[in-house]
């Protein structure tokens, strides 16, 4: 089995460490909280990391302000912490802050604790809180590349893709296959992952609310869609008309020029003109050239919803 150190894990033993020795060193009361802090605000993403630590350091602004006003008013018993507990949560509920309930329940439990709330107490808690937080954002500046892996993830589509379109092609051509279509499930998976993981991409950068990547994968998701829509209708194509031939020449070609370079418009332009052709020749003379035929066009504007899923995008087929 191997065994491996994720970078979040080792930015948050180390960020730990690194919080509760400045917090000593600064002769904090209740020290090791600052560590606690530490490991609840570190995510997987900055801008997460940025939104929890925003979160908590409002809630344990609010939780001081109310245990100032319960203890002080009810007293320093266990009947005020339910109390102020039962205003103090929905309050952080309505201002959005609900992540912060469990590290501001530590900074009341803190002054529960000392038994009375002044300056120094105050000041001490506040010390605790901005030097967790303060060292998990310090932590979560700096985020991995995820460059490569997204680019593994585009060549292993953009592979399937072609073997997908590829296999259509020679069904259509020859009225035989021997592909199993294991392609489809894998694609399945690796768009999940790569959307997944280009969504945290996005997240590590506060100015981009959206990127290449994750527009990429997203308007392959779609044209996967349009692919699993598609396969039943060219198996379902029995007759072997010539329309059927001159189509599975097209897929064939499109399956080849899915690499950068290549724009979706000119695809459109060949399908187009291959419609064109279409009309020109002889009605269908039986039912079953006539359902072949009605089959290939369904087909063929489907592709062309394929096709124009890319070319928003602007880059390769």
Not at 23 to 32: E, G, K, M, R
Not at 51 to 72: D, K
Not at 96 to 110: A, D, N, P, R, Y
Not at 283 to 303: I, N, S
């Amino acid at each position: 089995m191997k065994f491996r150190i994720g970078y979040r894990t080792l930015k948050t033993a180390v960020g730990t460490g690194l919080a509760i020795f400045i917090a000593q060193l600064l002769s904090l009361d209740n020290f090791v909280s600052a560590g606690i802090l530490t490991i609840l605000c570190v995510k997987s993403s900055t801008r997460q990391s940025v939104q929890s630590a925003w979160s908590r350091l409002v809630a344990c602004m609010i939780a001081m302000g109310f245990s100032f006003i319960f203890f002080e008013l009810i007293g320093y018993n266990p009947a005020s912490i339910g109390l102020l507990l039962l205003f103090f949560i929905p309050t952080t509920v309505l201002l959005k802050v609900s992540e912060g309930i469990v590290t501001s329940s530590v900074i009341i439990l803190h002054i529960y604790s000392f038994g009375e709330v002044t300056w120094r107490i105050i000041l001490n808690e506040i010390g605790i809180i901005l030097t967790g937080i303060g060292v998990a954002l310090i932590a979560n500046l700096y985020m991995p590349s995820l460059d490569r892996q997204l680019k593994t993830y585009q060549r292993q589509i953009e592979d399937n893709f072609k073997k997908i379109l590829g296999e259509m092609a020679s069904y259509l051509q020859k009225n035989e296959s021997q592909w199993m279509g294991q392609e489809i499930t894998e694609t399945a998976n690796i768009l999940a992952k790569a959307k997944s993981l280009s969504f945290r991409d996005v997240e590590n950068h506060f100015r981009r609310t959206e990127n290449y990547y994750y527009h990429y994968f997203k308007t392959r998701e779609k044209q996967f869609e349009i692919i699993e829509r598609i396969l039943p209708v060219v198996t379902s194509i029995e007759p072997m008309v010539e329309q059927r031939q001159m189509i599975g020449a097209f897929m064939e070609e499109l399956s080849l020029s899915i690499h950068p370079g290549n724009t979706a418009k000119l695809f459109l332009l060949k399908l187009e003109s291959l419609a064109k052709e279409f009309r020109k020749m002889p009605l269908p003379q039986t039912r079953e050239e006539f359902e072949a035929r009605a089959q290939l066009y369904r087909f063929m504007k489907e592709m062309e919803q394929y096709l124009i899923a890319k070319e928003s995008l602007k880059v390769d087929i």
